[in-house]
């Protein structure tokens, strides 16, 4: 398994923009998935967005399609979440997740971060 670190959450208002990070404790990110789940109060984890191991591949939720973009660092072993214009209904606790294979399910992931939190005012 691999350990995973995330940082850069906060408290921001509507239309702001934020940038998570994830870093990861492996000798080498490459041929590690990585992936962002959210969960927000009161509702099940959901799958945000998705970068495949060489970086070439990403996927994202139709709700963040166009707002948010996945990204990775191989020399920093850091990947990224870069949120723009972001909503109230963005707010949740967000998490990171890696696998050797792409997947768009928590049972995908077997190595998770602790998460953190955003919160976005209207």
């Known amino acids: 398994q691999v350990q995973l670190v995330e940082s850069g959450g906060g408290a921001v208002q509507a239309g702001d923009s934020l940038r998570l990070s994830c870093a990861a404790s492996v000798r080498t990110l490459q041929d590690v998935v990585m992936a962002w789940f959210r969960q927000a109060p009161g509702k099940e984890r959901e799958f945000v967005a998705v970068i495949g191991g060489r970086g070439g591949y990403t996927y994202y939720a139709d709700s963040v399609e166009g707002r948010f973009t996945i990204s990775r660092d191989a020399a920093k072993k850091t990947a990224y979440l870069q949120m723009n214009n972001l909503e109230p209904e963005d707010t949740a606790v967000y998490y990171c997740?890696?696998?050797?294979?792409?997947?768009?399910?928590?049972?995908?992931?077997?190595?998770w971060g602790r998460g953190t939190q955003v919160t976005v005012s209207s």
């Open positions: 997740a890696a696998s050797q294979y792409i997947g768009y399910k928590e049972s995908s992931y077997n190595s």
